[in-house]
T-cell receptor
């Protein structure tokens, strides 16, 4: 099992540029989560999907952020235009409602470290 | 870049000693509480969980205690090893209730194991 795969692992870009982060969830998982981690705010949930449908995007900071899940094995988080305050580590996690626990155990990817200059 | 922000509370423990990491949670309706370990450069990794109808659960070298009266959770690590050095987060979640599948994370505690 490869686990959750994220790419790129590191991204350095200049203010105003478009940034696209990618995630491949664990095969068979029907939930996908995007988180952002900063020293200031800790680990924040941005958005999550169930069966490729966005369920809760209340954590998305502003319209510059958008997320899509065109199929069960791929999701993107896009920032356009990027700003220095977007610098953070972005994590993708996936889970399965039928995973055996009474809740959705989330499995995290290694994260993408984004630096916006 | 990132602003200077919160400094994580740090627990320094000597190798071989027991560690106790504490967490206060906010939602009395949460059904599950989970501890995650995050090593440098990696994503959070599940350690152990406990359901709200329990007050203690043991794993391998780890024990989680839940005190619902004061909304407090603790993680005890026995015989702490250098590989235990990481940031530890508690998280709370409602059980499967429709689309309520969100985890709410605490701010984290950094555990430093000294030789």
């Amino acid at each position: 099992d490869a686990g959750v795969i994220q790419s790129p692992r590191h991204e350095v870009t200049e203010m105003g540029q478009e940034v696209t982060l990618r995630c491949k969830p664990i095969s068979g998982h029907d939930y996908l989560f995007w988180y952002r981690q900063t020293m200031m705010r800790g680990l924040e949930l941005l958005i999550y999907f169930n069966n490729n449908v966005p369920i809760d995007d209340s954590g998305m900071p502003e319209d510059r952020f958008s997320a899509k899940m065109p199929n069960a094995s791929f999701s993107t988080l896009k920032i356009q235009p990027s700003e220095p305050r977007d610098s953070a580590v972005y994590f993708c996690a996936s889970s399965s409602r039928t995973g055996g626990r009474g809740y959705n155990e989330q499995f995290f990817g290694p994260g993408t470290r984004l630096t916006v200059l | 870049g990132e602003s200077v922000g919160l400094h994580l509370p740090t627990l320094s423990v000597q190798e071989g000693d027991n560690s106790i990491i504490n967490c206060a949670y906010s939602n009395s309706a949460s059904d599950y509480f989970i501890w995650y370990k995050q090593e440098s450069g990696k994503g959070p990794q599940f350690i152990i969980d406990i359901r709200s109808n329990m007050d203690k659960r043991q794993g391998q070298r780890v024990t989680v205690l839940l005190n619902k009266t004061v909304k407090h959770l603790s993680l005890q690590i026995a015989a702490t090893q250098p590989g235990d050095s990481a940031v530890y987060f508690c998280a709370e979640q409602l059980a499967h209730t429709g689309t309520a599948s969100k985890l709410t994370f605490g701010t984290g505690t950094r555990l430093q194991v000294t030789l």
